[in-house]
Structure formats: C-alpha cells, structure tokens
C-alpha cells in the first residue's frame, strides 16, 4: 500500500526510489530476507536500487532485537 501511495497517488517516479530489505543477520541467526527482495523485483524495481540492509542499518532489524 506504501508502494502504491507513492507511485500513484503522490506520483513519484519510481525509477527514483530506492528500496530496502533485511541482509540478515549471522549473529542472531537471522538469514536474507530473500521474499521480500524477490517480491521487491517482481513489480519492477531496478536491481541496482534494492539494497540490503543489516540489522543496524535497517528499520525492521531494529524490531528483532
């Protein structure tokens, strides 16, 4: 629904954007969120702008802690 907002209700250009996801995290047993890059690239964002994050640079590793 965010995705959705931005694109088409606040009209960004998504060839702009750029989007997360979780690298994983070794030391609490956490692996590469590989759905949700996987999903990220289905809709068409451009690999070079899907970046992995570690726990301490991404939002969601900040929740598992």
Do not use: C
């Not at 060839?15 to 690298?23: G, P």
């Amino acid at each position: 629904m965010a995705w959705d907002l931005l694109i088409n209700v606040y009209k960004l250009p998504k060839d702009r954007l750029y989007v997360t996801y979780h690298a994983g995290d070794k030391a609490l047993g956490v692996q590469e969120d590989t759905e949700a890059r996987d999903l990220w690239l289905k809709i068409g964002i451009d690999p070079g702008k899907l970046v992995p994050y570690g726990s301490k640079e991404n939002f969601w590793g900040n929740l598992i802690r």
